[in-house]
C-alpha cells in the first residue's frame, strides 16, 4: 500500500484529506503536534512540532525512511492575526517558519522516495488570504511564498514525474471558525453574503480539489492554484 504524508493532520480539513486519501487505498502518515481525535485504522501518527527545526527533520527522516510516502500534503500552518503596526518581526518569523519551512523540509525528505518511483504528488494548501486580507500581514506573506514555491518547485520537479500543485481555501465552516463567527452573528452573515456562491466550504470541499491534485491520473496538471472559495475570488486571483 502506497503512503501519503500529511504535515498538520490533525486539523479538520486535514482529516478530510485523510478520509478520501484512505478511501483511495493509500496509507496517510500525520506529522501533527497534537493526535487526532478520529483515528483511521490504518492510520500512522507521529508528533511533531514545526517551531523545532531539527526535531521536524528528525521526524521526516522517520517518516521517509519507514513508509516512503510519494504523495504529500503540506498543510500544517500557524496565523498571528494583527495590524501591520502591531505585526512583529518575531510574529513574522514564527509564521515564516511553519508555514513555508514545513513545506520545504516535508518536500526535502520525501523527494528521494518520488524521484526513486519515478512519480510523485506534492500539495500546497495556501489560502485565499494570499491576495490580500486585512489583520493578515505575516499569514498572508507565507501563503502567497507558498505559491511561489509551488510554481518554483513544479518547474524542477516535472521532467521527473513529479507534480507540485496548490488550493487556496475560502472561508471554511471549522470549529476555529465558527468560534470566531458565530452563526447569527452579523459578520458570519457579511461573510457568506460576500461568497457569489452564498455558504461557506467544508472541509470535504478542500478533500475533493486535494484528491484530484494526487490522483494518478493529474500527470499533466502541475504549478496550479485553484482558490476553493465558492467565487469569492474571482477577479482578484492573479491571471
Known sequence: MSSILV???SGEIARAIIRRAAEAGWRP????LRPPADPLPNEVFRQ????DAAGAKAALAEVAAAHGPTRLVNNVGIVRPAAIEETTVED???V????LRSALLATQALLPAMRNAGFGRIVNIA???ALGKELRSAYAASKAGLIGLTRTWALELAPQGITVNCIGPGPIATELFRRANPDNSPKTRAIIEGIPARRLGTPDDIAHAATFFLDDRAGFVTGQTIYVCGGMTVGL???
Not at 502518515?29 to 501533527?32: G, H, K, Q, R, W
Not at 511533531?48 to 517551531?51: E, L, Q, V
Not at 515564516?96 to 508555514?99: A, I, K, M, P, T
Open 48 to 51: 511533531c512540532d514545526f517551531m
Open 237 to 239: 486571483a492573479p491571471v
Open 29 to 32: 502518515v500525520n506529522l501533527d
Open 7 to 9: 504535515t498538520g493532520g
Open 127 to 129: 489560502s485565499r488570504a
Open 92 to 94: 513574522l518569523g514564527a
Open 96 to 99: 515564516l517558519e511553519v508555514n
